[in-house]
């Protein structure tokens, strides 16, 4: 497909994505808009091991959120972490509860030159929305020399998709996810569907249209909604620096 045809494809898709989105809106609307959200650094909190449950089995030595300002790149949101094999650094940012049924991540991640040195394992990009007594969790990785994965919720499991992890090259990357839920399912083993509907890296987008079930949500949690980054050491080093930096972070929420 030529670059037009592209463009014309995820064109008409965001059409009828926000067609679909406005046309399910009654009396009360839930329209977000957060644009912007690696400009407020306070909002993005850590997950590590031991007193957070990112997954892998390493404790880091060091992480850091923090904003680049003039340094390279400039005005991104720097995420990075230090350990031993198999750690993996999350962090998440709620923007605040909400009963939308569409929602689309944009964003550019930029990585550096050591990316291809065997100790990135994945990066992750998740929506999340918590809205009881469900735990939609929209989870997607880039495996390094692998592929693209979502996540079912419900069995706790990671799912290759078609598209290959492709972001292996040092510099900019723009991402964007488009997935949505349908109020009142639970035709996935007795539970909502999780609809991975497209992705887009680098202006080339991949329809999937595939359906995992959501998980019940747990008992201390409130509902809400938002987005994680995550970063994943490999197995391949005793211990190991990774970097990725973030900016242009819009979150859409749709529906009702």
Excluded at 144 to 171: E, K
Excluded at 216 to 221: K, Q, R
Aim: charged content about 10%; proline content about 5%; overall charge negative.
């Amino acid at each position: 497909m030529t670059n037009a045809g592209r463009l014309c494809l995820v064109t008409l898709f965001v059409i009828l994505f926000l067609t679909l989105g406005f046309l399910t809106l009654g009396t009360a609307q839930a329209q977000t808009f957060n644009m912007g959200l690696e400009t407020n650094l306070p909002l993005w909190n850590p997950c590590v091991l031991p007193t957070c449950q990112p997954g892998g089995s390493g404790i880091p030595t060091k992480v850091v959120i923090a904003e680049t300002g003039s340094k390279w790149p400039p005005d991104s949101l720097e995420l990075s972490v230090t350990g031993p094999a198999w750690t993996n650094f999350l962090v998440w940012n709620k923007v605040g509860s909400t009963s939308a049924t569409y929602f689309q991540s944009d964003f550019w991640i930029y990585l550096p030159s050591n990316i291809n040195d065997g100790a990135y394992q994945a990066l992750e990009y998740d929506i999340f929305q918590f809205l009881t007594p469900y735990e939609f969790m929209w989870g997607s990785e880039c495996v390094i020399g692998g592929q693209w994965q979502i996540w079912d919720q419900f069995h706790g499991q990671w799912l290759d998709t078609s598209r290959a992890c492709q972001m292996n090259v040092s510099g900019w990357h723009h991402i964007q996810w488009w997935v949505h839920r349908v109020g009142g399912d639970t035709s996935c083993e007795g539970n909502p569907c999780m609809f991975y509907d497209m992705l887009g890296i680098d202006e080339v987008y991949t329809a999937f249209g595939t359906k995992e079930p959501a998980g019940p949500m747990p008992a201390n949690w409130s509902n809400n909604s938002g987005l994680n980054f995550q970063l994943d050491i490999s197995g391949t080093k005793k211990s190991a620096t990774i970097t990725e930096y973030i900016q242009k972070v819009n979150f859409t929420e749709l529906g009702n």
